[in-house]
Nanobody, 122 residues
């Protein structure tokens, strides 16, 4: 069984920056794609950014040029550097691990973290 734990959320003023981190632990051998998803109050969870094991990245249009995703495969960790934050970026950010291979040989698993709250306000 694996788990994802996010950190780095908090309160920030518009125009500010935050760096989110997510560590995958447990019986995880490898992860194909890791990503970050955003859920604003009363809205659906949307993809923010994803990164494959090989480093291919995908971004939502709303964050291109402002956010940067990266990962450390050896540590099963993914980061999200967020810059020029706006109030619309507020919400819970969830870490996702997809295409997970577990130590017991199971493959294609998906895990979600419990989320970290980001609040952008003056």
């Amino acid at each position: 069984q694996g788990q994802l734990v996010e950190s780095g959320g908090g309160l920030v003023q518009p125009g500010g920056s935050l760096r989110l981190s997510c560590v995958a632990s447990g019986s995880i051998v490898s992860i194909n794609t890791m990503g970050w998803y955003h859920q604003a109050p009363g809205k659906e969870r949307d993809m923010v950014a994803t990164i494959t094991r090989g480093g291919t990245t995908t971004y939502a249009d709303s964050v291109k040029g402002r956010f940067a995703i990266s990962r450390d495969n050896g540590e099963n960790t993914v980061y999200l550097q967020m810059s020029r934050l706006t109030p619309e970026d507020s919400g819970v950010y969830y870490c996702n691990a997809d295409g997970v291979r577990a130590a017991n040989g199971n493959y294609g698993l998906t895990y979600w973290g419990k989320g970290t709250l980001v609040t952008v306000t003056s």
